[in-house]
C-alpha cells in the first residue's frame, strides 16, 4: 500500500502531492504521471464537493500498473453518460476526463455512497 488516507478540503493539495510523488517512485512517469494526477485531482474534488465533504484515498501498486480508489459517503452517482457531455453542459465532465486519462475506470455507487477505481500502466 502506498497511500491509504482519509482527507477532506483542506487535504486534497497535499494529497494530490503525495500522489504524484508516489506513482512516480513506482514507474509511472511522463505524460502518463500527469494525467493520472489529474484524474486523481478530479476524484478528490468530486469526494469533498458531491460526497459529503471527506472521502478515503487508496493508492497501490499492482503487476505493470499503479492503481487508486477514491470512496465518499455522498447519495451515489446516477446513471453515467456513455459519451462525452455537451459543450454548453455544466457538469459530467469530470468523470469522463477520469476516462479518458486512465487505462481503466470502475465505479461502484450506491446509498452508502461511492468508490471510483482506476489505473494507468506502467512502463515495463
Not at 497511500?3 to 493539495?13: H, L, N, Y
Not at 465533504?53 to 465518499?72: M, S
Not at 476526463?97 to 481503466?104: A, G, I, M, S, Y
Request: aromatic letters at 4%.
Amino acid at each position: 500500500m502506498l497511500i491509504s488516507e482519509t482527507f477532506d478540503r483542506s487535504q486534497v493539495a497535499a494529497l494530490r502531492h503525495a500522489v504524484a510523488a508516489r506513482a512516480g517512485a513506482a514507474g509511472l512517469t511522463g505524460d502518463g504521471l500527469d494525467d493520472f494526477v489529474v484524474a486523481v485531482n478530479e476524484l478528490l474534488t468530486n469526494a469533498v464537493r458531491h460526497g459529503g465533504g471527506t472521502g478515503h484515498l487508496t493508492l497501490w501498486c499492482e503487476p505493470r500498473a499503479i492503481t487508486c480508489e477514491v470512496a465518499d459517503h455522498g447519495a451515489g452517482v446516477g446513471r453515467l453518460r456513455d459519451g462525452k457531455p455537451a459543450p454548453d453542459e455544466p457538469g459530467g465532465w469530470g468523470l469522463y476526463l477520469v476516462r479518458e486519462l486512465t487505462d481503466t475506470f470502475a465505479i461502484k455507487s450506491g446509498p452508502e455512497g461511492t468508490a471510483v477505481r482506476i489505473s494507468s500502466r506502467t512502463p515495463g
